[in-house]
T-cell receptor, first 121, second 115 residues
Framework: KAGVTQTPRYLIKTRGQQVTLSCSPI?????VSWYQQTPGQGLQFLFE???????NKGNFPGRFSGRQFSNSRSEMNVSTLELGDSALYLC????????????????????FGPGTRLTVL | AQTVTQSQPEMSVQEAETVTLSCTYD???????LFWYKQPPSRQMILVIR??????QNATENRFSVNFQKAAKSFSLKISDSQLGDTAMYFC????????????FGTGTRLTIIP
């Protein structure tokens, strides 16, 4: 079974531009989470999507947004890029997220993709 | 809010020796999961081991084992017979049991295995 894939792997942008990163989860996985990794702030949770709905959101400005498609693939977008947005962006998928009704069995092992290295100049 | 603390920024150990990485966390939750992730130079995050808080038995995975002390909110990772391939950043992480796929990570411990 193929792992989590992220595209592109490397990206260079300039301040003020916007960027879209893509994540394809493991087949059958319905939950996709995004994390930002920087030397200064470490690993920080951005948001999580399940069934095309954002269920959880971290403490990031509105310039960071995302979405999930019906096939569970997810994209995240960063608008008006700042130098501080330079980071490794990691996507993780898990088999079953808790359903909106809150009674699904949870299999929460998260499988991470290789990441997208974003450099903002 | 949950916090995870790893107080050892860097560690090194001779190949074949045993090393223990420390992690403490803070939460008011009673049910939760704890994880150790490994991130080698390739940057690929790999799950090493996980522990459900409601289980009293410490988790083990081959050469990796944990010492989970729920009352003390401590979750250390022991690597036995360390190998060169164990060289990596190790992150301790917390996840609530219900309704949340969010991982809260510690700052990591850089482990170097010396040949």
């Amino acid at each position: 079974k193929a792992g989590v894939t992220q595209t592109p792997r490397y990206l260079i942008k300039t301040r003020g531009q916007q960027v879209t990163l893509s994540c394809s989860p493991i087949s059958g996985h319905r939950s996709v989470s995004w994390y930002q990794q920087t030397p200064g702030q470490g690993l920080q949770f951005l948001f999580e999507y399940f069934s095309e709905t954002q269920r959880n959101k971290g403490n990031f400005p509105g310039r960071f947004s995302g979405r999930q498609f019906s096939n569970s693939r997810s994209e995240m977008n960063v608008s008006t890029l700042e130098l501080g947005d330079s980071a490794l962006y990691l996507c993780a998928s898990s088999l079953v997220g808790r359903g909106l009704a809150g009674d699904s069995v949870l299999d929460n092992e998260q499988f991470f993709g290789p990441g997208t290295r974003l450099t903002v100049l | 809010a949950q916090t995870v603390t790893q107080s050892q920024p860097e560690m090194s150990v001779q190949e074949a020796e045993t090393v223990t990485l420390s992690c403490t966390y803070d939460t008011s939750e009673n049910n939760y999961y704890l994880f150790w992730y490994k991130q080698p130079p390739s940057r690929q995050m790999i799950l090493v081991i996980r522990q459900e808080a409601y289980k009293q038995q410490n988790a083990t995975e081959n050469r990796f084992s944990v010492n989970f002390q729920k009352a003390a909110k401590s979750f250390s990772l022991k690597i036995s017979d360390s190998q060169l391939g164990d060289t990596a950043m190790y992150f301790c992480a917390f996840m609530m049991f219900f309704g949340n796929e969010k991982l809260t990570f510690g700052t990591g411990t850089r482990l170097t295995i010396i040949p």
